[in-house]
């Protein structure tokens, strides 16, 4: 009986997982997702949730919020000199987003790969811009670029205890 057996004995039972093949090459890691104006204004937020579950994320964080000014050009500082910088502050803060922490092995580029090409006309089949975004500017989700940034971004939302 499983409850008798000591650990070594039900480790020979479990079925293999991904790391008894690859080792610890693969690592749980947090990425933020945005679901902008557009894609929220067509009642496009249930579809693209379930469509990260079903892509085995992890939801540890989740709010609806209106973006001020200065949140949404803090949050995009980093693009504070390109020429869209005024055209995104305007869009994002034009009404609600939601706001998902994500945590997943590999997370970083497998949600890169689920949500494709920046521009939506450049993007997969089947893909989260591909299916809800409409342009470069309003592409319905946000990703992070790196591990790095999946933590200051997700942090940049939420604090440490509301993360689960
Ligand atoms: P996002 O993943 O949120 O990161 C920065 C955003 O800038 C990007 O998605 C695009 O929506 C936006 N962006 C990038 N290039 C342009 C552009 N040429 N015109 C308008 N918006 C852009």
């Not at 079925?15 to 496009?44: H, N, W, Y």
């Not at 390109?82 to 497998?110: C, K, W, Y």
């Not at 939506?120 to 299916?131: E, H, N, S, V």
């Amino acid at each position: 009986m499983a409850y008798l057996l000591g650990q070594n004995e039900l480790s020979h039972r479990l079925p293999p997982s991904p790391k008894d093949f690859l080792g610890d090459t693969m690592s749980v890691q947090r990425t933020l997702c945005i679901i902008k104006p557009d894609a929220v204004e067509k009642r496009k937020q249930g579809a693209i949730i379930q469509h990260l579950l079903d892509e085995d994320f992890k939801v540890i964080a989740m709010q609806q919020i209106q973006l001020s000014q200065t949140q949404a050009e803090g949050f995009y500082a980093v693009h504070n000199e390109r020429p869209f910088f005024g055209e995104l502050v305007e869009f994002m803060t034009r009404s609600p987003v939601v706001v998902i922490a994500l945590e997943r092995e590999d997370a970083i580029a497998h949600y890169r790969k689920v949500i494709g090409a920046t521009n939506p006309k450049d993007a997969a089949d089947g893909t989260i811009r591909k299916l809800y975004g409409t342009d470069i500017g309003e592409n319905a989700v946000h990703g992070s670029d790196s591990e790095e940034n999946g933590l200051i971004e997700t942090n940049y939302y939420f604090k440490g205890h509301e993360l689960l």
